[in-house]
């Protein structure tokens, strides 16, 4: 079992930052790939950025390519989000995911998710 747990979330202006925090606690955290999800009200749950265990590859979606950054600190079990020039359709509830599976984009690549953090960007 791997327990996560997100922080970091909050209200930002449109064009400002935020880094979002997940720590692992559990079994090993650098055997997993780890991703970051994001659920607008009324909407499915979206990829948004994820880094994979063994090579530390990064992968986005042209929504939020160059402005965002996904990396990890595998001595400190903790995975990062730097979000940049936010958008107010970046306003969401942010997921932290763990998982083994091969598709880093999917969903269901995942096994284990952490209770979510708000982000809301005001225009």
């Known amino acids: 079992q791997v327990q996560l747990v997100e922080s970091g979330g909050g209200l930002v202006q449109a064009g400002g930052s935020l880094r979002l925090s997940c720590a692992a606690r559990?079994?090993?955290?650098?055997?997993?790939?780890m991703a970051w999800f994001r659920q607008a009200p009324g909407k499915e749950r979206e990829f948004v950025a994820a880094?994979?265990?063994?090579?530390?590859?990064?992968y986005y979606p042209d929504s939020v390519k160059g402005r965002f950054t996904i990396s990890r600190d595998n001595a400190k079990d903790t995975v990062y989000l730097q979000m940049d020039s936010l958008k107010p359709e970046d306003t969401a509830v942010y997921y932290c995911?763990?998982?083994?599976?091969?598709?880093?984009?999917?969903?269901?690549?995942?096994?284990?998710w952490g209770q979510g953090t708000q982000v809301t960007v005001s225009s």
């Open positions: 880094i994979t265990w063994r090579t530390s590859s990064t």
């Open positions: 559990g079994r090993t955290f650098s055997s997993y790939n």
């Open positions: 995911a763990a998982g083994t599976g091969t598709s880093p984009r999917v969903r269901t690549s995942y096994d284990y």
